[in-house]
């Protein structure tokens, strides 16, 4: 009993535990956050929880940039190539016009000051169209040139394709100094330049040409050449070559 009211006298002179002190420190751990930019309580968060919503946005930032590269991959991958020009969509260097020969299926530029004519030695033919150009005017004969090649700019109609190239590339008659494979409008192509070692017709020389191939018979040649008393300078028309060759297009609808 003695026991009992000596413990009572002690609870009654003790002081009174401060109760304030742990709930403000309990409550500063769960405190709400707030956006100081325009003062919003957001949510109670235990410890911890701050960590797991970073975790969480990142996760969710991740599957947002791994689904826009999907759709952009998807995006690519069926999108149409854009189409190359064709027929009369291509663009003509500055001063040039077209010229067209119905008989055969073929148009091509041509400087505007120059000069072309379908008369071949006095004798007019709609399959001469576009196959002979010349800084200067042709006579009433038109076409002197017999055999072979003669005009800056000129473009004949041969047999099947890999007999014309191989017949070019003969070493025994000329040494080529460039040869390369190319695409003209949908056909085969090759661009060759090369110097005779033999020439039945005029003196040996450099010669630079395309080769297309219009059909399995048929291979449509774009020519120039150093010899031969070709008007101008070599070196400028082979660059008349390959603005002619941009032009090229196998369109019989395109206006002459």
Same mark, same amino acid.
């Given at each position: ?63 947002? @940039? *791994? ?13 149409? /190539? !854009?189409?190359?020009? $064709?027929? +009369? ?65 000129? @473009? *004949? ?13 003969? /070493? !025994?008659?000329?040494? $080529?100094? +460039? ?78």
């Amino acid at each position: 009993m003695v026991d009992l009211r000596e413990q009572l006298r002690r609870i009654e002179a003790a002081e009174p535990p401060d109760l304030w002190a742990d709930i403000e420190s309990r409550a500063r751990a769960g405190r709400p956050q707030v956006d100081t930019n325009i003062g919003t309580v957001v949510a109670f968060r235990k410890q911890g929880s701050e960590q797991r919503r970073r975790v969480a946005a990142g996760l969710l930032a991740a599957a947002v @940039v *791994a689904l826009t590269i999907v759709v952009a991959w998807r995006a690519f991958r069926d999108a149409s /190539p !854009e189409p190359l020009p $064709t027929g +009369t969509d291509i663009t003509m260097p500055d001063g040039w016009v077209r010229c067209t020969n119905t008989a055969v299926g073929y148009s091509i530029g041509y400087p505007g000051e120059w000069h072309t004519t379908d008369v071949f030695m006095g004798e007019q033919d709609p399959s001469n169209v576009c196959q002979w150009f010349s800084p200067t005017p042709f006579g009433p004969e038109g076409n002197v040139v017999s055999e072979g090649w003669g005009y800056p700019l000129e @473009v *004949a109609i041969r047999g099947p394709f890999d007999q014309q190239v191989a017949q070019v590339l003969d /070493p !025994e008659v000329a040494r $080529t100094l +460039t040869q390369e494979e190319l695409v003209v409008d949908g056909h085969r192509a090759v661009r060759i330049e090369y110097e005779t070692l033999i020439d039945l017709i005029g003196e040996p020389g450099l010669h630079y040409e395309y080769l297309i191939e219009v059909d399995p018979q048929t291979t449509l040649i774009v020519h120039t050449t150093a010899t031969r008393g070709v008007e101008g300078v070599y070196e400028e028309n082979r660059t008349v070559v390959d603005l002619a060759m941009d032009t090229l297009r196998f369109d019989i609808d395109a206006p002459a």
